[in-house]
């Protein structure tokens, strides 16, 4: 299994950034050695300091799949297309930092919008709520723009002009972000999950978790998606198959979800039954084929139960 997550209003709530209800499924995951791979609109100096803080040691994916970093030595991996940044081996997917600006720098007065790179560290604090530090953090940007717009009858327009700059724009949970058209998560994931695959060299469970728009390429990719509700309990518009609503916002959400994820995937494992099967099963099969299937079971193949594996 790998659990690919957004932070910000899922494992991070939205209104004070903390984890602290999903320290349970935290441990658990730790415990059972699965991949926790953030999957965020954050930069690279963000998740390093988030990472540290949880006692992570895990790839990631940054600024809305523009980048993806691997620790050095990670699980022995060999990931041939990275090249080596700080300690890390990165992959970048997006296009530079130096590029996007310069197209907020002709957009910038024709559709009234300001970007990180306009704002002081004061003001991105204010608008983000984060402490000066993480305000620092969050301004050291390397593929992505986020932004804020005073119209937004104009983003039509806004839209075509970015496209034709080979630029795109998508919506996180408090701003747009301009990024590079041929990059999303959902592509950083399949990249990611690749690259386990390859190195593993067998097929794994893959679970997505998030709540915003942004995340919806991500939650295409895997087998298991979770949809985490904004902080007013709305939902956003998706239709996936297999889709797990939270029963919370944020981090209580996050981890309840998971929780029932995890538990299934054990019980799964202590009756040799692949999961993978197991969940594409029950989203097509009525309650008499289940039951047919339950007495199939014991005639499946025995999965590794290796944690070092999962």
């Given at each position: 299994?790998?659990?690919?997550?957004?932070?910000?209003?899922?494992?991070?709530?939205?209104?004070?950034?903390?984890?602290?209800?999903?320290?349970?499924?935290?441990?658990?995951?730790?415990?059972?050695?699965?991949?926790?791979?953030?999957?965020?609109?954050?930069?690279?100096?963000?998740?390093?300091?988030?990472?540290?803080?949880?006692?992570?040691?895990?790839?990631?994916?940054?600024?809305?799949?523009?980048?993806?970093?691997?620790?050095?030595?990670?699980?022995?991996?060999?990931?041939?297309?990275?090249?080596?940044?700080?300690?890390?081996?990165?992959?970048?997917?997006?296009?530079?930092?130096?590029?996007?600006?310069?197209?907020?720098?002709?957009?910038?007065?024709?559709?009234?919008?300001?970007?990180?790179?306009?704002?002081?560290?004061?003001?991105?604090?204010e608008l983000t709520g984060l402490p000066s530090e993480s305000a620092a953090s969050a301004m050291v940007r390397e593929f992505t723009e986020p932004f804020i717009i005073d119209d937004e009858e104009q983003l039509?327009?806004?839209?075509?002009?970015?496209?034709?700059?080979?630029?795109?724009?998508?919506?996180?949970?408090?701003?747009?972000?301009?990024?590079?058209?041929?990059?999303?998560?959902?592509?950083?994931?399949?990249?990611?999950?690749?690259?386990?695959?390859?190195?593993?060299?067998?097929?794994?469970?893959?679970?997505?978790?998030?709540?915003?728009?942004?995340?919806?390429?991500?939650?295409?990719?895997?087998?298991?998606?979770?949809?985490?509700?904004?902080?007013?309990?709305?939902?956003?518009?998706?239709?996936?198959?297999?889709?797990?609503?939270?029963?919370?916002?944020?981090?209580?959400?996050?981890?309840?979800?998971?929780?029932?994820?995890?538990?299934?995937?054990?019980?799964?494992?202590?009756?040799?039954?692949?999961?993978?099967?197991?969940h594409r099963f029950e989203k097509r099969s009525s309650a008499w084929d289940r039951r047919l299937f339950a007495k199939r079971q014991k005639h499946a193949p025995a999965i590794d139960s290796n944690p070092s594996r999962a």
């Open positions: 299994m790998i659990i690919f997550t957004d932070l910000d209003g899922t494992l991070l709530n939205h209104w004070d950034y903390s984890y602290r209800n999903a320290l349970p499924a935290l441990k658990r995951i730790r415990s059972m050695r699965i991949p926790l791979v953030m999957c965020t609109s954050k930069t690279r100096r963000e998740v390093e300091l988030i990472q540290r803080t949880m006692g992570l040691a895990e790839p990631f994916i940054v600024e809305n799949g523009g980048g993806i970093f691997f620790p050095s030595s990670y699980r022995g991996f060999r990931i041939e297309e990275s090249m080596g940044v700080r300690g890390a081996k990165c992959i970048p997917l997006g296009i530079p930092y130096g590029r996007i600006r310069a197209f907020m720098k002709r957009a910038g007065a024709r559709y009234s919008i300001r970007g990180f790179g306009d704002m002081t560290e004061d003001e991105v604090a039509p327009d806004l839209e075509k002009a970015a496209y034709a700059a080979g630029i795109k724009i998508t919506r996180g949970g408090r701003f747009y972000h301009l990024i590079g058209r041929g990059n999303d998560k959902g592509e950083a994931v399949k990249h990611v999950t690749a690259i386990f695959e390859r190195n593993r060299k067998t097929s794994t469970v893959i679970v997505g978790l998030g709540d915003s728009r942004n995340d919806l390429p991500m939650l295409e990719q895997v087998d298991i998606p979770i949809l985490i509700p904004h902080p007013d309990g709305r939902y956003e518009k998706v239709n996936l198959p297999g889709l797990i609503h939270a029963p919370f916002p944020g981090s209580r959400g996050w981890n309840d979800a998971l929780m029932t994820v995890l538990d299934r995937y054990e019980k799964a494992h202590s009756s040799a039954c692949k999961f993978t099967e197991l």
